[in-house]
Structure formats: C-alpha cells, structure tokens
C-alpha cells in the first residue's frame, strides 16, 4: 500500500522554518493538488488539533495530521514532509515535530490500513532513524517501496 501511496511526487523536504498550520498545508498540497482532498480537509485538520490538542504527535518528531473521510476527502493517499527545522505543532515547544505525514482515507478501512503499514515502520527506532537520515525524495520513496515489499 505505502509503495503505490508515498511515490516521490507525494515527498517533500523543505529547510525553511514553518508554522504548524503551514507545515500541515505544505504536505498536504500534492494530495490537493492532484485532488484527493479539497481544501475543507485542511480547516478540518487545523481544527481537530485545536479542539484536540496535538494528538497527532504520535512521538519520534512524528505527526500524522488527518480528520474525517466526510470532511473533504475524495480519494485515500498519503503525503509526507520532512521539515529539516522542527515545526512546533500548535506552537507548544513539547512538540517538536520533523515529520509529518497526512493521511486521508475515503474511509475506514483505508485509514485502517494506512495507518497499519506507517505502523509497522514507525515502532521501530532504527527504521525510523534510517528514514529520517535520508536526504532525497527519491530515497525517501525507495524506502516505503523496500519496506512494502517486506
């Protein structure tokens, strides 16, 4: 699944400092733009962080930003932006974060699913420090590839 989703055209790597609101709008734009979501997606986002607080900080400098199906998502993907100067989600210093992947899944299974196979990379340390270390979208997509195929 992540092999399909997270091909280079759906990575980023920026240098600039951000905010979270920015960092969420950035690596969700290859999603927006080849309409997976709308923009509604995005508000729905920035609003279950502020009701919720940073609950999709899930550790390891790690975000994974989504909200409802319902709320603006046409297609399932994935996105990820890798920020090489921590973003500060909902701008608390707690919450350092250098990576942020979207997901936004048509519905339950697919979120399910995503969320399963970004799983399986993120509890480990050493798969997580491998991918961080990567400088290139291309590596990055290679990775997801290799670990799919897994």
């Known amino acids: 699944m992540l092999k399909e989703m997270l091909t280079q055209e759906y990575i980023q790597i920026v240098n600039e400092e951000l905010g ?15 309409g997976k ?6 508000e729905a986002m920035y609003s279950k962080a502020m009701e919720f607080g940073p609950f999709f900080d899930i550790g390891k ?4 930003p989504h909200a409802r199906s319902e709320e603006g998502v046409n297609v399932t993907g994935l996105s990820y932006l890798r920020c090489n100067t921590p973003v500060y989600l ?6 350092p974060i250098d990576v942020f992947i979207i997901i936004a899944a048509a519905d339950n299974t697919g979120h399910l699913k995503a969320l399963s196979s970004l799983s399986e990379i993120l509890i480990d ?4 420090n491998q ?3 990567l400088q290139s979208t291309s590596d990055i997509a290679d990775f ?7």
């Open 37 to 42: 979501i709308e923009e509604r997606y995005l």
């Open 131 to 133: 991918l961080k270390a």
């Open 20 to 34: 979270w609101k920015e960092a969420i709008a950035l690596a969700a734009k290859p999603l927006l733009e080849n």
């Open 61 to 64: 400098q790690i975000a994974i």
């Open 144 to 150: 997801f590839r290799k670990e799919d195929e897994k």
């Open 90 to 95: 909902l701008d608390k210093e707690d919450h």
């Open 125 to 128: 340390n050493e798969k997580v």
